[in-house]
């Protein structure tokens, strides 16, 4: 996942936020030694303004419609379908219920959220790319709320918050148990992550159906029809992606990490040596031979029209010299080359012409950084990936210095476990806190989350996912003043209830309780 | 949970098991590096003996029934009720289906598995005690398989065995997906956990709703109806238990780790002072006022009827005496009592006269080690609980010496998590590696994983608990000879993808696959 830091201007006004945390509702009280201001806002907007007022809200009355000056209307699919959705979270299996008669005497009904995507041309049809303006300001008053953005992106952002906000004051009025089954990219939507970095394929195992080159999977997965990804399954991920929001970066990475690979295609990979021969295993992807970039090349212009994303990402981390050196062709390659024993320059070489049949597909790419540190020629738009090192890093620094964009990691490798509150960790790291120019900081485009597979499956993703990543969310997406570890530990443990309360098993930060507990079916 | 070190005597005798592993059925291949011969049987019992002969099995055709001889017949409730749920398993979904048809030809039929309980108490309608006989062998061999154990535990344990071989069985002659919503006792059950240690009230909340001080729950759980136990849940714990042959001890921990005690019972803790007034915190029990004693007296002759194991667990851990230290009245005790500064005096003042109590309700008790190690007085049948320290350590050395029996659970502690393959850790543990004599090492009559729930509830309890508990169920359950590391993991792994394949979210080892896999509803 990968989250760009965007500083959306934002303006909220709503006064349940407090009310929340009223003593006559104790079965709303979050569990949390101290509660926030913010009540379970998550992650926190640019801006708040709470004003002393409350109101009431009735499913029966309550309406989520588009403003009649808006951009984006009937039509725009993405709106339509998060205004369903988000009437569906608010409301629920509750819908049913009257909830006027529930409602506090004296106060006033608010009855409409209103919509309205100020450009002219929406982007309702398009992709988010990473340009898109997922600025938005929300403004909730009598008789209605307002929900202002420039493009549907914005929107999308905006109405996260407005369900969120919207649902305490339910809350208040009604005591419902909602039931719903999410899926991993609703979550990230929760917490607005924008970018599905979607790291493909890996050495244990080649998921991906090529139509082009269908043995990859089929000799190259777990199992070719049960542990697979089809056309089909690839096109939901992205359209169900798009609908949110979220971007969709697929990673195929090499030379390195390509085990799989040569099950399906061969001759892909460099055959390693025991003396003066083949010793039946096989190395990184071999890089000496013509029919290596023909296949990339067919490969990639596939890939490049299956993921509709300006970006594509190439890998290039932590590949092991050790089954080149001990191969007598690549020692004479490397002869002829000139590149004497410095096998990273075989690397360079290597990469160097993928680099080109990829920019032939006319897609950008993005790399991991050990790419940059081998001093590869890279198009101005590339992305580079740091994610060696700790918090802040020299890095960065480098990378930003020679111009380049980047995306920041290192920090954030969630599949490394550890006993206690590690969320405070994530929290607290600030990825603008290296040597550079003001320049030099814009070119940190975001930052991502990681989670990585050696140990972790469906039956643990999810919990081990969230609410740890939540924290990274809030600290990218969050104003950088956001930085009160209390106040982050009150809403981030009531933003986990509120997934609880979805169906999702997000875990908790401490001995602590939620209203409506996790249930497992 | 706890499990006893209990070595009982198994013959078993099957072909099929490595039959498991031929090529030609790679949707059952597991995904671990080495299979084990022993297929995925977890954990191992004490004598396997394999043949090289197979059977075929038919959903139509197989039935387990009670052998004629047997003393538990058609009214054993517990028998009656493991032979339906393991023939559900066996055959589950697929059940409506041919299974002759698929059969490989040549093979003879395996048509019963017959059960034969051989004493004449087959203590069918009791309760699983310290010392129930949970010994079984199981021949399988045409035409029938024969279970026979001296009562229906060693029945119930041989039984999970019989369904996990015959599963493998079936497994080669029919490919069906099982569904299954099983719960925490069921694979408590599947990993031959004998006894549920209810650690049910801690510092935070206080869910057990008693009959005889009802404030107890209602001012001092998390919430007083929906996050209690009531009578009737704690009854179905128990009989749900009882029927999986799983003893239920509660534990009831005093004097510390008692905060929420005292929010529904008057004058329970100790007023903590800062300097010469009362803080307005409380600390320990008070173990100076009469009160204490005579509501203890109360709460454990309540405790002693709704708990019908021989046992309670008294608790007595990590007493903090700041608060006992800070209040004039203690001090103003201990002068009058000599007990000079040394509060352990007092503590274990307040614990002897919780025994004498106890030992008044008929019950036997468990402490945790710190009361012995205090010197208080201890009834012989005491068991006494090692937490503190790592694998083998002299505690054992010191409490078995004195006589008493001992629970271990020091290298256990499975909510300290951390990166990578800890199961090893726990696997690699030799409970019995310390000085002392053969006589002494009899008293250490069992282990016990611990999963204490700082950071874990409903959302992260089962991936983490399991499979790592299972690799401590196989050292306590297995002979002191099943040591190897890579014949652990094959069969580990495999095992936690039956535990997934019945829809019980248990984590992977490392990278794998399992061919059905978990899928989150």
Redesign the interface.
Known sequence: MLLVLKFAGLCLCLGLCRGLQFNDVD?EAP?AAQTSKYGSLWPLPQEVNIAETSFKLSSSTFRIVDSKQSSAGPSCNILQNAYRKYFEYMFGVARKQEFGKNGRPGLSELTELQVWVTSVDSECDGYPSITSDESYELAVDQPFALLVAPKVWGALRGAVLSYEFLSLLLHLLCFKIFVF?LMFQETMAMNKYNVFHWHIVDD??FPYLSRTFPNLSQKGA??PY??VYTPADVKMVIEFARLRGIRVIPEFDTPGHTQSWGKGQANLLTPCYSGSKPSGSFGPVNPILNTTYDFMTQFFKEISSVFPDAYVHLGGDEVDFTCWRSNPDIQKFMEDHGFGHDYSKLESFYIQRLLDIVTSTKKGYMIWQEVFDNGVKLKPDTVVHVWIGGGSNEELSKVTASGYTTILSAPWYL??????QDWQKYYKVEPLNFNGTEQQKKLVIGGEACMW????????L???LWPRASAVAERLWSHQNVTDINDAYSRLSAHRCRL?ERGI?????????C???????
Chains 1, 2 share one sequence.
């Open positions: 079965e569990s089954n244990p195992s777990y199992h049960t542990h599949d490394y476990i550890s006993y206690g597979g050696e140990y972790v499956d469906a039956t643990n999810t919990p081990r609880v098993p997000a875990e908790p930060l401490f001995s602590s309780y209203p409506r507990e996790y249930k497992a079916v």
